[in-house]
């Protein structure tokens, strides 16, 4: 999770993923064993996470929520 959150030029401080969210991303959407799959969403979360922030640029952090 922190390599794709830094990968994708994101910093704790405007990204939040609280604990519940991870283990309901690990558990419903990376059904292959491994971890590459789980690897490539979570990027592609952060990825949109900082297109947005880069667009409409927030003042208050990013929580992602399930």
Do not use: H, W
């Amino acid at each position: 999770m922190p390599q794709a959150v830094t990968k994708a030029g994101l910093t704790n401080d405007l990204l939040s993923i609280p604990e519940v969210t991870r283990n309901f991303v690990i558990e419903n959407y990376c059904r292959e064993p491994g971890v590459r799959s789980l690897k490539k969403f979570v990027q592609k979360i952060c990825e949109k996470i900082a297109f947005k922030i880069a667009n409409e640029n927030p003042s208050v952090p990013i929580i992602v929520k399930i």
